[in-house]
Protein backbone atom coordinates (compact mmCIF):
# COMPACT_ATOMS: atom_id res chain seq x y z
CA UNK A 1 0.00 0.00 0.00
CA UNK A 2 2.76 2.18 0.78
CA UNK A 3 4.33 1.95 -2.74
CA UNK A 4 1.00 2.67 -4.67
CA UNK A 5 0.46 5.84 -2.17
CA UNK A 6 3.90 7.28 -3.26
CA UNK A 7 3.15 6.60 -6.83
CA UNK A 8 -0.31 7.77 -6.50
CA UNK A 9 1.30 10.76 -5.10
CA UNK A 10 4.47 11.73 -7.58
CA UNK A 11 1.68 11.12 -10.73
CA UNK A 12 -0.85 13.72 -8.60
CA UNK A 13 2.37 16.34 -8.23
CA UNK A 14 3.82 15.70 -11.79
CA UNK A 15 0.48 16.21 -13.54
CA UNK A 16 0.09 19.78 -13.36
CA UNK A 17 3.55 20.82 -14.72
CA UNK A 18 2.74 18.67 -18.03
CA UNK A 19 -0.62 20.67 -17.78
CA UNK A 20 0.92 23.71 -17.61
CA UNK A 21 3.53 22.80 -20.51
CA UNK A 22 0.58 22.19 -22.83
CA UNK A 23 -1.06 24.94 -22.01
CA UNK A 24 0.79 28.08 -23.01
CA UNK A 25 -0.50 31.94 -22.51
CA UNK A 26 -1.49 32.80 -26.42
CA UNK A 27 0.60 36.46 -26.62
CA UNK A 28 2.21 38.18 -29.31
CA UNK A 29 5.56 37.74 -27.17
CA UNK A 30 4.79 33.77 -27.20
CA UNK A 31 3.70 33.08 -30.72
CA UNK A 32 6.99 35.29 -31.87
CA UNK A 33 9.28 33.17 -29.25
CA UNK A 34 7.70 29.52 -30.06
CA UNK A 35 9.78 26.55 -30.86
CA UNK A 36 9.35 23.00 -31.05
CA UNK A 37 10.98 20.99 -28.36
CA UNK A 38 9.86 17.61 -30.17
CA UNK A 39 6.35 17.41 -28.34
CA UNK A 40 3.44 18.59 -29.97
CA UNK A 41 1.01 20.49 -27.98
CA UNK A 42 -2.92 19.18 -28.14
CA UNK A 43 -4.45 20.13 -30.80
CA UNK A 44 -8.34 21.21 -27.94
CA UNK A 45 -6.79 24.92 -27.32
CA UNK A 46 -4.95 27.18 -29.40
CA UNK A 47 -1.14 27.41 -28.81
CA UNK A 48 1.67 29.31 -29.62
CA UNK A 49 3.96 27.51 -31.42
CA UNK A 50 0.70 25.94 -34.03
CA UNK A 51 -0.07 29.32 -34.81
CA UNK A 52 3.82 30.14 -35.62
CA UNK A 53 3.73 27.19 -37.67
CA UNK A 54 0.86 27.98 -39.25
CA UNK A 55 1.86 31.46 -39.93
CA UNK A 56 5.39 30.10 -41.51
CA UNK A 57 3.32 27.52 -43.75
CA UNK A 58 0.99 29.97 -45.15
CA UNK A 59 4.38 32.43 -46.19
CA UNK A 60 5.10 29.74 -48.23
CA UNK A 61 2.26 29.35 -50.09
CA UNK A 62 1.46 25.95 -48.38
CA UNK A 63 -1.87 26.71 -46.41
CA UNK A 64 -2.94 25.75 -43.76
CA UNK A 65 -5.95 26.65 -43.78
CA UNK A 66 -7.57 29.62 -41.57
CA UNK A 67 -4.78 30.27 -38.80
CA UNK A 68 -6.43 29.65 -36.05
CA UNK A 69 -3.71 28.09 -33.40
CA UNK A 70 -4.73 24.38 -34.09
CA UNK A 71 -2.71 21.44 -35.13
CA UNK A 72 -5.82 20.35 -37.08
CA UNK A 73 -6.38 18.03 -40.63
CA UNK A 74 -5.69 21.09 -42.90
CA UNK A 75 -2.35 21.42 -41.07
CA UNK A 76 -1.56 17.97 -41.41
CA UNK A 77 -2.74 18.70 -45.14
CA UNK A 78 0.11 21.21 -45.46
CA UNK A 79 3.10 19.85 -43.83
CA UNK A 80 2.54 16.36 -45.83
CA UNK A 81 2.56 18.90 -48.72
CA UNK A 82 5.30 21.13 -46.82
CA UNK A 83 7.73 17.49 -46.63
CA UNK A 84 6.99 16.73 -50.36
CA UNK A 85 8.51 19.80 -51.92
CA UNK A 86 11.10 19.56 -49.85
CA UNK A 87 12.39 16.30 -50.42
CA UNK A 88 11.55 15.39 -46.67
CA UNK A 89 9.80 12.35 -45.59
CA UNK A 90 6.41 12.57 -46.22
CA UNK A 91 4.86 13.28 -42.88
CA UNK A 92 1.58 14.63 -41.46
CA UNK A 93 3.04 15.53 -38.01
CA UNK A 94 5.85 18.42 -37.55
CA UNK A 95 9.37 16.76 -37.21
CA UNK A 96 12.28 18.56 -36.25
CA UNK A 97 13.47 18.30 -40.14
CA UNK A 98 10.45 20.33 -40.97
CA UNK A 99 10.67 22.67 -38.48
CA UNK A 100 14.63 24.02 -39.32
CA UNK A 101 12.86 24.58 -42.65
CA UNK A 102 10.40 26.45 -41.84
CA UNK A 103 12.32 28.29 -39.13
CA UNK A 104 15.17 28.73 -42.25
CA UNK A 105 12.49 30.57 -44.56
CA UNK A 106 11.48 33.27 -42.43
CA UNK A 107 13.48 35.95 -39.48
CA UNK A 108 10.56 38.36 -39.12
CA UNK A 109 7.98 37.90 -36.14
CA UNK A 110 4.84 36.04 -37.35
CA UNK A 111 2.52 38.50 -35.09
CA UNK A 112 2.43 42.26 -35.87
CA UNK A 113 0.30 45.25 -34.95
CA UNK A 114 -2.10 46.84 -37.81
CA UNK A 115 -4.04 49.96 -36.68
CA UNK A 116 -7.54 49.89 -38.58
CA UNK A 117 -8.11 52.83 -41.09
CA UNK A 118 -11.53 54.34 -42.12
CA UNK A 119 -11.73 52.03 -45.13
CA UNK A 120 -11.31 49.15 -42.97
CA UNK A 121 -14.70 50.20 -40.87
CA UNK A 122 -16.39 51.80 -43.29
CA UNK A 123 -18.71 48.99 -44.70
CA UNK A 124 -21.07 48.31 -46.43
CA UNK A 125 -21.73 45.42 -43.94
CA UNK A 126 -24.56 42.79 -43.45
CA UNK A 127 -26.46 42.73 -40.16
CA UNK A 128 -26.63 38.99 -40.39
CA UNK A 129 -25.79 36.70 -43.23
CA UNK A 130 -28.69 34.47 -44.23
CA UNK A 131 -28.41 30.66 -43.19
CA UNK A 132 -30.82 29.70 -46.11
CA UNK A 133 -29.46 29.96 -49.82
CA UNK A 134 -33.22 31.07 -50.51
CA UNK A 135 -33.09 33.98 -48.12
CA UNK A 136 -29.64 35.18 -49.95
CA UNK A 137 -31.16 35.40 -53.25
CA UNK A 138 -32.57 38.92 -52.57
CA UNK A 139 -29.08 40.58 -51.24
CA UNK A 140 -27.22 43.11 -53.39
CA UNK A 141 -23.95 41.47 -52.54
CA UNK A 142 -22.84 38.99 -50.18
CA UNK A 143 -20.75 41.44 -48.08
CA UNK A 144 -19.13 40.53 -44.64
CA UNK A 145 -20.97 41.15 -41.79
CA UNK A 146 -18.24 43.33 -39.77
CA UNK A 147 -14.84 45.40 -39.92
CA UNK A 148 -13.42 41.99 -37.66
CA UNK A 149 -14.49 39.43 -40.07
CA UNK A 150 -13.67 41.57 -42.90
CA UNK A 151 -9.66 41.68 -41.81
CA UNK A 152 -9.69 37.90 -40.07
CA UNK A 153 -10.69 36.85 -43.72
CA UNK A 154 -7.56 39.33 -45.04
CA UNK A 155 -5.00 38.05 -42.69
CA UNK A 156 -6.41 33.99 -43.10
CA UNK A 157 -7.22 34.18 -39.39
CA UNK A 158 -10.24 32.82 -37.50
CA UNK A 159 -12.51 35.24 -35.75
CA UNK A 160 -11.86 33.07 -32.25
CA UNK A 161 -7.78 33.45 -32.31
CA UNK A 162 -7.96 37.33 -33.45
CA UNK A 163 -10.50 38.01 -30.62
CA UNK A 164 -7.89 36.16 -28.27
CA UNK A 165 -4.64 38.09 -29.38
CA UNK A 166 -6.87 41.36 -28.75
CA UNK A 167 -9.46 40.46 -26.39
CA UNK A 168 -10.33 44.13 -25.01
CA UNK A 169 -10.29 45.59 -28.82
CA UNK A 170 -12.67 47.64 -30.28
CA UNK A 171 -13.22 45.91 -34.03
CA UNK A 172 -15.35 48.87 -35.15
CA UNK A 173 -13.16 51.88 -34.69
CA UNK A 174 -10.62 53.25 -36.69
CA UNK A 175 -7.57 53.73 -34.85
CA UNK A 176 -7.99 51.03 -32.91
CA UNK A 177 -4.17 48.84 -32.94
CA UNK A 178 -4.56 44.69 -33.14
CA UNK A 179 -2.25 41.82 -33.09
CA UNK A 180 -2.38 40.21 -35.94
CA UNK A 181 -0.66 37.81 -38.35
CA UNK A 182 2.22 38.85 -40.60
CA UNK A 183 1.72 37.30 -44.17
CA UNK A 184 3.88 37.29 -47.33
CA UNK A 185 4.13 39.72 -49.68
CA UNK A 186 5.51 37.58 -51.89
CA UNK A 187 3.91 35.59 -54.66
CA UNK A 188 4.18 32.19 -55.98
CA UNK A 189 6.05 31.47 -58.84
CA UNK A 190 4.00 31.06 -61.81
CA UNK A 191 1.54 27.97 -62.13
CA UNK A 192 1.42 26.55 -65.18
CA UNK A 193 -0.62 23.48 -63.82
CA UNK A 194 -3.11 22.39 -60.81
CA UNK A 195 -3.93 19.52 -59.54
CA UNK A 196 -7.23 19.28 -57.79
CA UNK A 197 -7.73 16.08 -55.55
CA UNK A 198 -11.28 15.03 -54.94
CA UNK A 199 -10.75 12.45 -52.46
CA UNK A 200 -8.30 14.48 -50.23
CA UNK A 201 -9.82 17.67 -50.83
CA UNK A 202 -6.90 19.61 -51.66
CA UNK A 203 -5.77 21.71 -54.60
CA UNK A 204 -1.91 22.04 -55.64
CA UNK A 205 -0.03 24.27 -58.17
CA UNK A 206 3.05 23.25 -59.81
CA UNK A 207 5.91 25.67 -62.15
CA UNK A 208 7.20 24.54 -65.04
CA UNK A 209 9.69 22.69 -63.78
CA UNK A 210 7.02 20.08 -62.35
CA UNK A 211 7.80 21.60 -58.87
CA UNK A 212 4.99 21.97 -56.20
CA UNK A 213 4.87 25.43 -55.94
CA UNK A 214 1.91 26.19 -53.85
CA UNK A 215 -0.73 23.85 -51.52
CA UNK A 216 -4.33 24.86 -50.63
CA UNK A 217 -6.95 22.67 -48.58
CA UNK A 218 -10.37 22.58 -50.60
CA UNK A 219 -13.68 22.07 -50.75
CA UNK A 220 -14.28 20.05 -54.26
CA UNK A 221 -17.84 19.16 -55.14
CA UNK A 222 -20.47 18.03 -53.14
CA UNK A 223 -22.68 14.64 -52.89
CA UNK A 224 -25.45 16.57 -54.85
CA UNK A 225 -23.37 17.85 -57.34
CA UNK A 226 -19.76 15.85 -57.68
CA UNK A 227 -16.96 17.85 -59.41
CA UNK A 228 -16.23 15.98 -62.74
CA UNK A 229 -12.84 14.10 -62.95
CA UNK A 230 -10.43 14.77 -66.43
CA UNK A 231 -8.29 17.08 -68.12
CA UNK A 232 -9.81 21.03 -67.96
CA UNK A 233 -8.40 24.62 -68.87
CA UNK A 234 -8.30 27.77 -66.95
CA UNK A 235 -10.07 29.92 -69.43
CA UNK A 236 -11.02 32.89 -66.73
CA UNK A 237 -11.08 33.84 -63.06
CA UNK A 238 -13.77 35.55 -61.17
CA UNK A 239 -12.98 36.72 -57.49
CA UNK A 240 -16.45 37.08 -56.11
CA UNK A 241 -18.39 35.63 -58.79
CA UNK A 242 -22.65 35.54 -59.31
CA UNK A 243 -24.20 31.74 -57.64
CA UNK A 244 -26.25 29.34 -59.61
CA UNK A 245 -28.54 27.47 -58.42
CA UNK A 246 -29.95 24.62 -60.53
CA UNK A 247 -32.92 22.93 -58.12
CA UNK A 248 -32.28 19.63 -60.31
CA UNK A 249 -29.28 19.36 -58.03
CA UNK A 250 -32.00 18.99 -55.24
CA UNK A 251 -29.75 20.31 -52.10
CA UNK A 252 -30.44 19.46 -48.99
CA UNK A 253 -32.08 22.08 -47.27
CA UNK A 254 -32.88 24.11 -50.81
CA UNK A 255 -36.88 23.95 -50.96
CA UNK A 256 -37.19 26.44 -54.65
CA UNK A 257 -38.06 24.43 -57.52
CA UNK A 258 -36.66 27.33 -59.54
CA UNK A 259 -33.79 28.47 -60.54
CA UNK A 260 -32.26 31.53 -58.73
CA UNK A 261 -28.72 33.85 -58.60
CA UNK A 262 -26.97 35.04 -55.33
CA UNK A 263 -25.26 38.07 -55.92
CA UNK A 264 -21.28 37.82 -55.57
CA UNK A 265 -19.03 38.59 -53.03
CA UNK A 266 -15.98 38.16 -50.49
CA UNK A 267 -18.81 36.16 -47.57
Same mark, same amino acid.
Given at each position: ?9 ? !? ?11 K ?6 ? +? ?6 ? $????D /?????? /?????? %???R???S ?15 ? +? ?39 ? +? ?12 ? !? ?25 ? %? ?10 ? @???? %? ?28 ? @??? !??? /???? !? ?30 ? $?? $? ?14 N
Amino acid at each position: MRTISIAITL !ALLATPALAKDDKQAVTADA +VNAAAFTG $KLPSD /AKEHPL /AIKVQV %LLDRLHFSPGEIDGLFGDNVEKAL +VAFAEASGLPSTKVLTPEIWDKLQASSSEPVLTDYTLTEKD +VAGPFLDKLPVKME !AMKSLKKLSYTSAEEALAERVHMSRDL %LELLNPKAKFDE @AGET %LTIVKLSDRQPDKAVRLEVDKVRQTVKAFG @ADG !ALL /AFYP !ASVGSEEKPTPSGVLKVTSIHANPVYRYDPNY $KF $KGVKSKKPFTIAGGPN
